[in-house]
């Protein structure tokens, strides 16, 4: 498949036919994002590819259980989604949901992988951007180091580039799925099944016996470089027909040419 026309055939899918992704085909996929570039060549992924049923279940059933927990924990505290309450919540960069939104939003838009035939668990590995080391040497500030460390993460953006290989790959294949953060809220409860029932041989960026008793450095734990965190999730299988996809910005809206 030409390369235009696998980058237009992309689409996020959300409903799968029942049909297998074969072992050789999941081999092939995760041969494309092996190769995808990273920052230091550092590789900071590892793909836990699940097909047991009743993982998947289980990791869903992990994700419903925290999401009503945040429902109910917004609705004890009388949220209730009004304009005056959302004016209330700490937006950050989302914006803030009424609690039966919240329930409804892990339905349409999470909850959906369990009716794929293989969910992938996209593992990162952090590590501390070229001249965070220098920078704290040199005494930047707590909200400098956060600032560098996060918000351009290059780990993040080296776990982004492997996820597009590994997505396209399947198109080319004639596979289709969803990459999906919506569930990250859960990501706690998911690496816990992870570490219990796979063999993800790393450990995890959570150390809390190690932690509260050690300084943080610039606002950062100090197991931080050598942590494993769930980045997102992956549903893959074969694309039921009917995907629809909205529409995107004008390349005007996007673009900058500078001649
Ligand atoms: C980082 C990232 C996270 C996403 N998370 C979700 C998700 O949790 N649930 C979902 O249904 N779609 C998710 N999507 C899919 C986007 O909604 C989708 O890419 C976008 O609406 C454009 O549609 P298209 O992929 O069909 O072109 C995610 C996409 C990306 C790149």
Redesign the pocket.
């Known amino acids: 498949m030409e390369f235009s026309e696998l980058i237009t055939k992309?689409?996020?899918?959300?409903k799968y036919k029942e049909a297998d992704v074969p072992d050789d085909a999941l081999l092939e996929m995760l041969g494309a994002a092996r190769i995808a570039p990273s920052g230091k060549n550092m590789q900071n992924w590892h793909f836990v590819v699940i097909k047991r049923k009743d993982l998947i279940d289980k990791i869903a059933d992990a994700v419903l259980k925290c999401n009503e927990e945040i429902s109910s924990g917004m609705e004890a505290r009388g949220v209730d989604g009004t304009e005056a309450d959302k004016a209330n919540i700490p937006q950050g960069a989302g914006v803030a949901q009424a609690p039966d939104r919240f329930r409804k939003f892990v339905r349409?838009?999470?909850l959906?992988f369990t009716n794929a035939p293989v969910l992938v668990v996209v593992m990162g590995q952090t590590y501390l951007p070229t001249g965070y080391r220098e920078m704290e040497a040199a005494g930047a500030d707590d909200d400098a180091l956060r600032r560098h460390a996060h918000l351009a993460s290059p780990g993040m953006q080296s776990l982004?580039a492997a996820?597009?290989h590994l997505m396209l790959k399947a198109v080319e294949m004639g596979y289709g799925g969803?990459?999906?953060?919506?569930?990250?809220y859960a990501a706690k409860a998911i690496e816990e099944i992870v570490v219990n029932e796979t063999d993800f041989p790393y450990a995890l960026l959570r150390n809390e016996e190690k932690s509260s008793n050690e300084p943080v450095i610039g606002g950062i734990d100090p197991t931080y470089e050598n942590g494993w965190f769930m980045a997102?999730?992956i549903s893959l299988g074969v694309p039921e027909d009917g995907?629809?996809?909205?529409g995107?910005k004008p390349l005007e809206k996007i673009m900058t040419l500078v001649k």
């Open positions: 992309r689409q996020s899918i959300r349409n838009f999470t959906f982004g996820v597009e969803c990459w999906l953060t919506s569930a990250n997102s999730l995907a629809k996809s909205p995107r």
